[in-house]
């Protein structure tokens, strides 16, 4: 399995070298290890992310593709179903067959088809999409919760997340921002501590 597994990594890298899909960059942390991947992904438009690098890393077991890789952004990213040490916690990277729990479906979960680009855009999907009603990080899944009122909501969006809110920022060592767009509330953007911050 191993020597299957490999050949089928190596393929997927060739491709995504050949063809690069929008939304994120892939590659080997090390070129001698085909199992250990790195990954960029970009913030998606329209949502809170949008502007934002995320590094995470993606690692394989020789077991691929009968078993999910594991997903850990290094980026410290605030999200519900990202755990608060980076762990991404998605139904597509859980072991394959029934929950035992009865919260998903089989084919909700792992599946041998799955790829690196089908992965990635599953978690993209998460990051505009985050899922509530099973979180990684309950209390990034509570203040994700629809407010009360746009007062609440605003409220909610200006409260600082770790790590502590800094100027907008854009060299390669560190992205963050400090300007909320509360357009959709119907507010001025306010100033105020964003939840995610890049480094590299």
């Not at 410290?76 to 072991?95: F, M, Q, T």
């Not at 041998?112 to 993209?124: A, F, G, K, L, R």
């Not at 854009?170 to 501590?193: K, M």
């Amino acid at each position: 399995m191993t020597g299957q597994s490999a050949l089928l990594l190596r393929k997927q890298l060739a491709e995504l070298n050949k063809n690069p899909v929008e939304g994120f960059s892939a590659g080997l942390i090390d070129d001698d290890d085909i199992y250990k991947w790195e990954v960029v992904i970009i913030g998606p438009q329209d949502t809170l992310f949008e502007g934002g690098f995320f590094k995470a890393y993606l690692t394989f077991p020789f077991g691929y593709p009968l078993r999910p890789p594991k997903m850990k952004f290094i980026t410290e990213l605030w999200h519900p179903n990202v755990a608060k040490n980076g762990d991404v916690c998605i139904s597509i990277l859980h072991e394959p067959g029934e929950d035992k729990f009865g919260y998903e479906k089989p084919e909700e979960r792992w599946l041998p088809i799955h790829t690196v680009e089908t992965i990635m855009i599953s978690v993209i999907s998460m990051l505009a999409d985050p899922n509530g009603d099973s979180p990684a990080n309950v209390d990034a899944a509570v203040s994700v919760e629809p407010p009360s009122s746009p007062t609440a909501a605003l409220s909610l969006l200006c409260k600082p997340h770790p790590p502590n809110p800094v100027s907008l920022k854009a060299t390669s060592e560190e992205w963050t921002t400090s300007e909320v767009d509360t357009r959709h509330l119907g507010h001025r953007p306010c100033i105020c501590g964003w939840w995610w911050n890049v480094g590299w």
